[in-house]
Structure formats: structure tokens, C-alpha cells
């Protein structure tokens, strides 16, 4: 499957943006589906991850101010960020990962800046 992930931009801190990722086939299959984010100079890290039962995982960093949803049947997944910080700058990867054949898709990436 391939992610095309939408919705970066330039914000204000404390201010707000919804990312969304849509597959280009069925993610129904996709055990996770997630968002990770990667800063200058730093490695790439979790920030939220969905399962196909609807349980979520979340950074502390994050935790309280993203939420992740995931809509399989119109195969996308989204990123609601809300208070957001300097500190969120990154370019953010969706991600798709499969158990049974640890299949593992990325997205190309999407930029979100947040200016102080």
C-alpha cells in the first residue's frame, strides 16, 4: 500500500492542524497504523499509533493535546493536533504495519512547523 499524507504547515504555538493520510488500497489488513515524526538532527520517534481495534498508544509528549482516528473504510488516518509547540516541529511520516508478514509502509512525509 502507498501513504500520502496531507495537512502540514506553519502554525502559531498554541495553535492547531489536522494531518490526514490516506492508503492508496485497503488498510483493513493493517494490524497498526501510525504517525511518527522526525526533528533536525534527531531520530525519528513515535508519536501516535492506532489498532485495528481502535486502541491508541501516545507520546507523553503529545498525550492530551494529538489525537489519532483511523477510518478503514475510507482508508485514512488522521492526526488532530491541538496545542501545539516549538518543540512539535518535525516532518511526520505516516506509517501502516502489518504482523503477519511484517509489512511496513511510510509515507513521504509531511512538514508541520510551529513558530514561538
Known amino acids: 500500500v502507498q501513504l500520502q499524507a496531507s495537512g502540514g504547515g506553519l502554525v502559531q504555538a498554541g495553535g492547531s492542524l489536522r494531518l490526514s493520510c490516506t492508503a492508496s488500497?485497503?488498510?483493513?489488513?493493517?494490524?497498526?497504523m501510525g504517525w511518527y515524526r522526525q526533528a533536525p538532527g534527531k531520530q525519528r520517534e513515535l508519536v501516535a499509533k492506532?489498532?485495528?481495534?481502535?486502541?491508541?498508544n501516545y507520546a507523553d509528549s503529545v498525550k492530551g493535546r494529538f489525537t489519532i482516528t483511523r477510518a478503514d473504510a475510507k482508508r485514512t488516518v488522521a492526526l488532530q493536533m491541538n496545542s501545539l509547540k516549538p518543540d512539535d516541529t518535525a516532518v511526520y511520516y505516516c506509517n501502516a504495519y502489518r504482523y503477519r508478514d511484517s509489512l511496513d509502509a511510510w509515507g513521504q512525509g509531511t512538514q508541520v512547523t510551529v513558530s514561538s
Open positions: 488500497g485497503s488498510i483493513y489488513s493493517y494490524n497498526d
Open positions: 492506532i489498532t485495528a481495534g481502535g486502541s491508541t
